[in-house]
Nanobody, 121 residues
Framework: QVQLVESGGGLVQAGGSLKLSCAAS????????MGWYRQAPGKQRELVAT???????NYADSVKGRFTVSRYNAKNTVYLQMDSLKPEDTAVYYC???????????????WGKGTRVTVSS
C-alpha cells in the first residue's frame, strides 16, 4: 500500500524559512502532478503550489516569490522551500500526488496526513 509521508514542519519566527518534504513509499509506476495544500484553523484547504511531471509549476498568489516547489523523481519526492514566512502561513500542510501503478491503470490521487507549520510574530 502506497503512503505519502511528510516531514519538515515546525515552529519558526516570522521571516524565517522551512523546507517540507513528502515522499511516496511503496511501488509506483509513475507520478504525474505533485502538490502542496494547506489548511489554517477555521478555513478551507487551499492550494499552495503544484508541479507537473514536466516541471511546470503553479503557485497561489499569496506565496509567489516566497515559496518554491521542486521534485526529485528518482525518490518520488516533492519539496516545498518556504522563505520569508509570515504568521498567516501558519497551517497544516498536506502533500498530494496523482499516481499510476501500471501503464494501463487509471490515475489515482493520494494525500499525506499533514505536517504542521507555525509561524510566530
Amino acid at each position: 500500500q502506497v503512503q505519502l509521508v511528510e516531514s519538515g514542519g515546525g515552529l519558526v519566527q516570522a521571516g524565517g524559512s522551512l523546507k517540507l518534504s513528502c515522499a511516496a513509499s511503496g511501488s509506483v509506476f509513475s507520478i504525474d502532478s505533485m502538490g502542496w495544500y494547506r489548511q489554517a484553523p477555521g478555513k478551507q484547504r487551499e492550494l499552495v503550489a503544484t508541479i507537473t511531471s514536466g516541471g511546470s509549476t503553479n503557485y497561489a498568489d499569496s506565496v509567489k516569490g516566497r515559496f518554491t516547489v521542486s521534485r526529485y523523481n528518482a525518490k518520488n519526492t516533492v519539496y516545498l522551500q518556504m522563505d520569508s514566512l509570515k504568521p498567516e502561513d501558519t497551517a497544516v500542510y498536506y502533500c498530494q500526488f496523482d499516481m499510476r501503478f501500471s501503464s494501463w491503470s487509471d490515475r489515482m490521487s493520494y494525500w499525506g496526513k499533514g505536517t504542521r507549520v507555525t509561524v510566530s510574530s
